[in-house]
């Protein structure tokens, strides 16, 4: 007995040690990594190379019998560094984007998507916070754009960065579209019909004709262009980086570090991977919330493009997508559709765009996961009785007790289970006594033992392994999914998706000090250790005494270790606990089985001041 408590004790030490070690160098700094993120990513990427604006887009090679075509156009960096976002759209005339949801605006010089705002989202949750900036211009600290235009050879100058277009007026609103329009001056005229709806798809419409003496061939195409790595969450639960539904190819996606390794692509310091003849799908940029995407007409083959490419040390990361040849005759015209997304990644809406516009798994743009067949219907509950009650915190304990309800035919068998162990414990105390020095016969005689009762000596184990997939989805959902970002509960809790922001270090916020992240405790989180250790004690206790000390001090492991985990999980998992004592205790009392939970509590209380011996417990 003595080498089990030794035992017992190192376990728990080294149990609190790697628990310690793991909140001070994991959970603290992602904490406050997960804070600074959001702002970091609108405040500052990686500073533009000077130069040129990015290539990489696919370009016909001579296997498919075109020319080749020069890279998009360029737009030099100004001298002496990156400037700020208000000089950088000073440079450009513009035409003004003005939606219930988007601000922002489109360069006349280049032509480009560069500047777009969230008006309905902003970078904390007070509402009086910057919106989220998205698109920003070629100069800044944070380029990140749309363009859209044509490749092509012996066509003359064809449109790029430092294209002056025409407009024909000087906002673009949903239901009022706006025309470019561009003269190369050597036969050929190019026009460009944006519009745009109400929340965050862009519909652009190049044509081009040719008033020349001679045919030109053309390839339309589009981008999306981010200049420097983002910082990103790092979480593998969540994708960030370049994503693609690419036709029969299917869903691709590409991290910035994973883009990096790949080939040599397009040309030098380039490298990257396309997909030729695809049909259907898009290419494009998403953070945790956010998005980018170009989307091709789904009826029309095309090349879809993943590259990354060095200008002066400086990453640029392009999906792009470009379509076949178009031949043009003299005094001909032709002309190529495609769309944007750029936005929030609202799952409601990227639904619908997938199903109204006929965007094929567009709905991947939102990353479920593997178990999507879990995650995706636990949202859509939450979401259901979101717009019943109005509160997604609500929401999670309406689900949790449906849940409890769906999954009682197997609690109740488990908790049948964890009564007949409880009338055998003076046979199980008997064999222990009788087999004390050989371990062998002792499990030998208690598997004989619960064979003959009928006992699955696990069945307590059921319930917690139930919530685990329950707990995953909930996670997943909590963390991708924008919903749940910046939804209050009550409180305290102003965002669901954030640990709970009180510290038992600082008492709460009583003390006047800000609380240090290396243990991040809240109300919420001792709460769910409370309801945990009072769901244990309901149990009768292990017969092995090392056993029964970890399951005492599991509720004190998992306290910390969910301190750091979003608010809307660690309020599920103190509720799912809170039903689970209260269901086990009328089963219980309905079997006529004693209640262990005062008993359980008496014991741990007498062992913690220095006793040894349980209370005795009736048969």
Not at 335 to 362: C, P, W
Request: aromatic content about 12%; glycine content about 10%.
């Amino acid at each position: 007995m003595g080498n089990d408590k030794t035992n017992m004790f190192v376990a728990i030490g080294l149990s609190l040690l790697v628990l310690l070690g793991w909140q001070y160098f994991v959970a603290g700094p992602r904490v406050e990594q997960q804070r600074q993120i959001e702002a970091q990513n609108r405040a500052a990427q990686t500073q533009q190379a000077p130069g040129v604006t990015p290539d990489g887009v696919p370009s016909p090679s001579p296997k498919e019998g075109g020319p080749a075509a020069p890279a998009p156009g360029t737009a030099p960096t100004p001298a002496g560094g990156p400037i700020s976002r208000e000089a950088a759209l000073a440079r450009s005339p513009r035409v003004q984007i003005d939606t219930p949801a988007l601000a922002g605006s489109i360069a006349l010089k280049g032509g480009r998507i560069d500047d777009v705002k969230l008006k309905n989202y902003h970078e904390t949750v007070d509402p009086k916070s910057p919106e989220i900036v998205l698109f920003s211009p070629v100069g800044t600290e944070t380029p990140y754009y749309a363009e859209f235009g044509w490749v092509g050879a012996n066509a003359g100058p064809l449109p790029n960065g430092d294209t002056l277009w025409t407009a024909n007026g000087q906002t673009l609103s949903p239901g009022k579209p706006v025309t470019l329009t561009w003269d190369n001056g050597a036969g050929l005229v190019f026009k460009r019909i944006v519009a745009v709806d109400d929340k965050f798809m862009f519909t652009v419409r190049d044509s081009v004709e040719n008033a020349g003496t001679g045919a030109v061939t053309l390839y339309p195409y589009s981008l999306v262009s981010r200049w420097g790595k983002p910082h990103t969450q790092g979480y593998y639960v969540l994708h960030e980086g370049l994503i693609g539904y690419l036709g029969n190819d299917g869903l691709q996606e590409f991290t910035y570090d994973k883009l990096a390794k790949e080939g040599a692509y397009g040309g030098a310091n380039t490298r990257g991977k396309a997909w030729s003849n695809v049909t259907g799908g898009f290419v494009g940029i998403t953070d945790k919330y956010w998005a980018a995407a170009a989307i091709p007409d789904q009826a029309v083959p095309y090349t879809g493009a993943f590259t990354d490419r060095t200008e002066g040390g400086t990453n640029v990361y392009q999906a792009s997508v470009r379509g076949d040849a178009i031949n043009l005759a003299a005094g001909a015209s032709a002309s190529a559709t495609q769309r944007l997304f750029a936005g929030a990644k609202e799952v409601n809406l990227i639904n619908a765009y997938e199903k109204d516009l006929g965007i094929k798994h567009f709905d991947l743009m939102i990353d479920w996961g593997w178990f999507f067949f879990i995650t995706k219907p636990m949202f859509r509950a939450l979401d259901f009785f979101y717009h019943l009650f109005g509160n997604f915190g609500v929401s999670i304990l309406v689900v949790t007790f449906c849940l409890k309800l769906l999954f009682l035919p197997i609690a109740n068998r488990s908790y049948v289970s964890m009564a007949k162990m409880k009338a055998v414990q003076p046979e199980m105390t008997s064999i222990r006594e009788r087999y004390k020095d050989d371990k062998m016969k002792q499990q030998q005689a208690m598997m004989e033992l619960y064979k003959k009762e009928k006992i699955n000596p696990v069945a307590g184990c059921w319930p917690v392994l139930i919530q685990i997939p329950v707990f995953f989805a909930l996670y997943k959902v909590l963390f991708i999914t924008i919903e749940m970002r910046h939804a209050p509960f009550f409180g305290w809790i102003h965002d669901l998706a954030a640990p709970d922001p009180t510290s038992i270090l600082n008492l709460f916020g009583l003390l006047p000090y800000p609380a240090p992240d290396f243990v991040h405790l809240g109300v919420w989180p001792l709460i769910m250790g409370v309801t945990m250790f009072v769901q244990m004690k309901m149990n009768p206790a292990p017969p092995d005494p090392v056993q029964a000390q970890i399951f005492t001090f599991m509720p004190i492991i998992f306290t910390f270790m969910l301190g750091s985990f979003p608010a809307g999980l660690v309020i599920y998992w103190a509720w799912n606990n809170t039903l689970s004592v209260i269901q086990q205790y009328v089963i219980m009392r309905r079997n006529g089985v004693k209640v262990e939970l005062w008993d359980n509590l008496r014991d741990t209380f007498r062992r913690a001041k220095g006793g040894s011996k349980p209370a005795a417990t009736k048969s």
